[in-house]
Each structure stands twice: as structure tokens, then as C-alpha cells.
């Protein structure tokens, strides 16, 4: 039942148009493809091994108005999604289904796991679910720098840190990382980080609590997003010594990282989404 891979990251938003545009010409990614339905409209962004999907329209406007604008989903691809749902299941977790019959798992923060088989994924196969239209002289190869996810980092109300840890581990078949024991602003903070054996699928997890209270960081700096996935991280080559750190406009809560990585994974303070992003790139 192990998880093998992130098939793709869906982003909902209420501009898509502004959203694609940043990722385009922020971050490189190319337009692949778009769908349109009764209840959405979504674009397929492509760079490397790495696919966001960004939706808008009414389906997801009750998620919007809980969460605001993020990642709604991280799909990953599974050796056996039938004994990975059932798996989940016997967790604890919530289950329900896609409207194409994926089991889609319900984490915490809002995220949820659309559950994929391993045999019919691939950087280059565009993700189920969608009527896609393929963008007038989209590439056919991988582009840009951006290699593949180094890791997603998720914020999670302090009750149930353990609880998605577990889930990681039971139910994905995640293994623990090394982490740093950080103490940003005065406060000692743990990063809990699973990964996949190929470490194509990485999650840093911290409690949101660390970020406030005495020795948080100052207003300004805190997303308004309290709980969810805070930051997407990608491997990339060529990147300037100063790793850059993007957001994208109305996205508070949600930043944008490019990291090389010359060994294992060792998580540190801007890996746990403590530094200040900023709406353009830094460095």
C-alpha cells in the first residue's frame, strides 16, 4: 500500500488568472492544458516532474471561504489504492470519493489525498479526473528548472500533528526524517518530516500554534492561512545563492521555494516555513 509519488497539487483560487500568471511568469511552469466543467475550470501547469492544477469556480467556493486560497489537494500515486483506501479507513480517516470513484482520504488543515494508481501515473500523463485540451505548442519534454517537489510543508493544529504523522506512516507507508530541533523567536519548536523511501514524496509537518504566542513572529510575517499546506518546495538546478522564496498575490498563506539538496534531508528553519515570505521573489 505504499505511496510512490505526488501525481500533481491542486491549488484552488478565486483568480485563477492571476494565479497561473504568477506560477508562468514567477516560476517558470508552462501551461500544458485546460479543462472546463459545470462546476469548475481548471489550467495544468507543467515544470520537470512537478503538475499543479489550478481550479476556480463554484465547487470550490465552500473550501475557499473555510481555507482560503491554497492547496486543496496533493494526489499521490499508490502500489494498491484499494488496500491503501481500506488502510485509511481502519485509521481513522475520512474517505469519500472523487467524482470519477478515486478514493480521495480527508486529512487535516484542509488537505486532502486523492488516491491514484502507481501504473497509469507519470510526470508527463496529465491527471485524472478532467476533460483536458492540450495548449496550442505545449512541450513535449520537461522544461525549466525545476527537477521535481522536494517537499510540502503542512501546518497543523497541535492536536492533530501526531494523528496526520501517523497517517504518514500507517497508511502511506512514510518513514521519519532527520529534523532539526529549532527555537525561532525563543520558541522550541519540532518539525515532525516523513518521506518515501525514493524521497519523492516529503512532508514537513509543524504544529500552528508554534507560530503564535509569546516569541512568534511578528504580525506581518504570520499567514493569515493558520492551518494547511504553507509552502511547496522544489528541487531545482542553477538556482541563485540565495534561495529564492516566492507569493504569489492572494495566496497569504502559501509560499513558493526553490532548494538544492546535495545529501539527505535535514530540515531547517525556512524548510518549517518560519521565515517571512514576501508577494515577489527574494535574493
Same mark, same amino acid.
Given at each position: 500500500?505504499?505511496?510512490?509519488?505526488?501525481?500533481?497539487?491542486?491549488?484552488?483560487?478565486?483568480?485563477?488568472?492571476?494565479?497561473? &500568471?504568477?506560477?508562468?511568469?514567477?516560476?517558470?511552469?508552462?501551461?500544458?492544458?485546460?479543462?472546463? !466543467?459545470?462546476?469548475?475550470?481548471?489550467?495544468?501547469?507543467?515544470?520537470?516532474?512537478?503538475?499543479?492544477?489550478?481550479?476556480?469556480? =463554484?465547487?470550490?467556493?465552500? =473550501?475557499?471561504?473555510?481555507?482560503?486560497?491554497?492547496?486543496?489537494?496533493?494526489?499521490? %500515486?499508490?502500489?494498491?489504492?484499494?488496500?491503501?483506501?481500506? !488502510?485509511?479507513?481502519? !485509521?481513522?480517516?475520512? *474517505?469519500?470519493?472523487?467524482?470519477?470513484?478515486?478514493?480521495?482520504?480527508?486529512?487535516? @488543515?484542509?488537505?486532502? &489525498?486523492?488516491? /491514484?494508481? !502507481?501504473?497509469?501515473?507519470?510526470?508527463?500523463?496529465?491527471?485524472?479526473?478532467?476533460? =483536458?485540451?492540450?495548449?496550442?505548442?505545449?512541450?513535449?519534454?520537461?522544461?525549466?528548472? *525545476?527537477?521535481?517537489?522536494?517537499?510540502?510543508?503542512?501546518? /497543523?493544529?497541535?492536536?492533530? /500533528?501526531?494523528?496526520?504523522?501517523?497517517?504518514?506512516?500507517? *497508511?502511506?507507508?512514510?518513514?521519519?526524517?532527520?529534523?532539526?530541533?529549532?527555537?525561532?523567536?525563543?520558541?522550541?519548536?519540532?518539525?515532525?518530516?516523513?518521506?518515501?523511501?525514493?524521497?519523492?514524496?516529503?512532508?514537513?509537518?509543524?504544529?500552528?500554534?508554534?507560530?503564535? @504566542?509569546?516569541?512568534?513572529?511578528?504580525?506581518?510575517?504570520?499567514?493569515?492561512?493558520?492551518?494547511?499546506? &504553507?509552502?511547496?518546495?522544489?528541487?531545482?538546478?542553477?538556482?541563485?545563492?540565495?534561495?529564492?522564496?516566492?507569493?504569489?498575490?492572494?495566496?497569504?498563506?502559501?509560499?513558493?521555494?526553490?532548494?538544492?539538496?546535495?545529501?539527505? &534531508?535535514?530540515?531547517?528553519?525556512?524548510?518549517?516555513?518560519?521565515?517571512?515570505? %514576501? =508577494?515577489?521573489?527574494?535574493?
Amino acid at each position: 500500500m505504499a505511496v510512490r509519488d505526488i501525481s500533481h497539487v491542486e491549488l484552488y483560487t478565486r483568480d485563477k488568472v492571476a494565479a497561473v &500568471h504568477f506560477l508562468v511568469s514567477g516560476m517558470g511552469f508552462t501551461q500544458v492544458a485546460d479543462s472546463v !466543467a459545470v462546476d469548475r475550470s481548471s489550467v495544468l501547469l507543467r515544470q520537470g516532474d512537478v503538475q499543479i492544477v489550478v481550479t476556480s469556480g =463554484w465547487v470550490t467556493g465552500k =473550501w475557499l471561504s473555510e481555507h482560503g486560497d491554497g492547496v486543496a489537494d496533493i494526489a499521490v %500515486t499508490c502500489d494498491d489504492v484499494s488496500e491503501t483506501a481500506q !488502510a485509511a479507513l481502519a !485509521a481513522g480517516a475520512t *474517505v469519500t470519493r472523487s467524482p470519477q470513484g478515486n478514493p480521495v482520504v480527508s486529512g487535516w @488543515g484542509g488537505v486532502s &489525498h486523492t488516491l /491514484l494508481p !502507481a501504473s497509469n501515473a507519470g510526470p508527463a500523463v496529465p491527471p485524472a479526473g478532467h476533460r =483536458w485540451t492540450s495548449s496550442p505548442e505545449a512541450p513535449t519534454e520537461p522544461v525549466g528548472r *525545476v527537477r521535481r517537489l522536494d517537499h510540502i510543508a503542512i501546518r /497543523l493544529e497541535a492536536s492533530g /500533528l501526531a494523528d496526520y504523522a501517523a497517517l504518514c506512516g500507517e *497508511v502511506f507507508g512514510l518513514s521519519p526524517l532527520p529534523v532539526a530541533r529549532l527555537v525561532p523567536g525563543g520558541r522550541d519548536v519540532t518539525t515532525v518530516a516523513v518521506g518515501s523511501a525514493s524521497e519523492r514524496v516529503v512532508f514537513a509537518l509543524t504544529a500552528a500554534d508554534a507560530h503564535h @504566542g509569546a516569541g512568534a513572529l511578528p504580525e506581518s510575517s504570520v499567514p493569515e492561512r493558520v492551518t494547511g499546506v &504553507h509552502r511547496l518546495a522544489f528541487l531545482a538546478d542553477d538556482i541563485p545563492s540565495e534561495a529564492p522564496e516566492f507569493k504569489a498575490g492572494g495566496m497569504r498563506g502559501l509560499s513558493f521555494q526553490l532548494v538544492e539538496r546535495s545529501g539527505a &534531508h535535514e530540515f531547517d528553519t525556512a524548510d518549517a516555513g518560519f521565515a517571512a515570505g %514576501t =508577494w515577489s521573489p527574494v535574493g
